[in-house]
């Protein structure tokens, strides 16, 4: 399931599990990875209701993320499907910086993203932003 | 001690990555914290990515980073020689509506250095120069 972008920085891993698909990003997000970002974000687009992209391993990331992720919402969004993103650190304070996280729904960890599965009974935010 | 190196290379992409660990290695070498260091990584891969999209039209051209440390503040000038940007735009103090002309990568750039300016024509004289400051004393002292 994994592949290597040309320049070997930055990898996708997805993993399937009940009520969510997961993309575990690994390494780093920039101009030359973001490409291959947006093939493997698509990847997860029509797995499941709820989608969790895990950016714990990544060790960089610049707007060329943020804009993906943003295209990635909105595709979601057209589809009435969820989007949970999980980080900390600078990532997190870098989505923080672009108000990200007033319009996704953010978790520090994989586990804490899962509480915010319907069966968990949470909601999510509306991802709706079209 | 204090010091000053000049790196040059061509806007692509692919080398990028080189070129901020190389900034950031040197930043925590004179005593950054390394999640200091990743915050000035972000902030120069902006201004790379700024010069590839709107200097060069996401084309190759001529880049240089003028990195210094006087011992106490780490500066980055990242120079191109594209063409004059005509909105002339300077860090913004606010996030700016995403207008797809760059704002809010500069404005990332302001939020996570110390200092930062958009200098136009850029000190050589052409093209535009980004010049972001991190105070590296403030971390030493602490």
């Known amino acids: 399931m994994e592949k290597v972008s040309p320049v070997s920085i930055f990898t996708c891993r997805i993993q399937e599990e009940p009520g969510a698909v997961v993309l575990h990003l ?3 997000i920039d101009l030359a990875a973001a490409p291959l970002l947006d093939v493997e974000l698509g990847r997860g687009l029509e ?3 709820t989608v969790i992209i895990d950016f714990s391993e990544v060790v960089y990331c610049d707007m060329s993320g943020v804009r993906a992720l943003e295209r990635f919402h909105a595709a979601l969004g057209h589809r009435g499907r969820d989007l949970i ?7 997190r304070r870098l989505f923080a910086l672009v108000e990200l996280d007033k319009r996704i729904t953010m978790a520090d960890t994989p586990e804490g993203a899962r509480a915010f599965l319907p069966h968990a009974g949470s909601r999510l935010m509306d991802s709706g932003e079209g | 001690m204090a010091w000053e190196v000049t790196l040059q290379f061509v806007t692509d992409p692919r080398v990028f990555h080189v070129i901020r660990r190389t900034v950031s290695a040197a930043a925590i070498a004179e005593g950054m914290p390394v999640d200091v260091a990743r915050e000035v990584e972000i902030a120069v891969g902006e201004a790379l990515s700024n010069a590839f999209i709107h200097a060069y039209g996401r084309s190759a051209g001529p880049l240089e980073i003028d990195l210094a440390f006087d ?13 004059p940007l005509t909105d002339r735009p300077s860090i913004p103090k606010a996030l700016p509506a995403d207008k797809g002309h760059g704002g809010r990568g500069l404005y990332v750039i302001g939020q996570l250095m110390d200092e930062a300016e958009v200098i136009h024509p ?8 980004i010049r ?3 105070r590296v004393s403030s971390y030493l002292n602490a």
């Open chain 1, 47 to 49: 797995r499941s209701q």
């Open chain 1, 85 to 91: 993103v999980v980080s900390s650190g600078i990532i």
């Open chain 2, 71 to 83: 011992g106490s503040d780490f500066s980055v000038i990242v120079h191109d020689s594209g063409k």
């Open chain 2, 122 to 129: 850029g000190p050589r004289g052409q093209g535009t120069a």
């Open chain 2, 132 to 134: 972001m400051v991190k």
């Open chain 1, 26 to 28: 690994n390494g780093e």
